[in-house]
């Protein structure tokens, strides 16, 4: 019912950009805030951004905040996220998910989850 597509990942030298999206149904996109979160090899979750309802408000984590830029199009249903600047060690597969509130704790654990699209940095 509940579907949640990444797309937009690939292979990219350090320094490039990418804009990943993800394509939602079965839902009320509008009223649910959005993430994006990510697992690199060998390690676990890791929370990377979050965007309100209306697209007003928006968090990210330390480590991609002024590199990365979340946005949405609530009349598409879809969710996108812009990365600049890219270092390996943002090498992951990136997921989106929904949740009713700002809670990436939350997110991590009790969110519904897409297939995810992996995203490389490296030479």
């Known amino acids: 019912q509940v579907q949640l597509v990444e797309s937009g990942g690939g292979l990219v030298q350090p320094g490039g950009s990418l804009r990943l999206s993800c394509s939602t149904s079965g839902f009320t996109f509008g009223s649910h805030w959005m993430y994006w979160v990510r697992q690199a090899p060998g390690k676990g979750l890791e929370w990377v951004s979050a965007?309100?309802?209306?697209?007003?408000?928006?968090y990210y984590s330390d480590s991609v905040r002024g590199r990365f830029t979340v946005s949405r199009d609530n009349t598409e249903n879809t969710l996108f996220l812009e990365m600049r600047s890219l270092k390996p060690e943002d090498t992951a597969v990136y997921y989106c998910?929904?949740?009713?509130?700002?809670?990436?704790?939350?997110?991590?654990?009790?969110?519904?989850w897409g297939p995810g699209t992996q995203v490389t940095v490296s030479t």
């Open positions: 965007i309100a309802q209306n697209g007003v408000a928006t």
């Open positions: 998910a929904k949740y009713g509130s700002f809670n990436p704790k939350a997110v991590l654990s009790n969110s519904n």
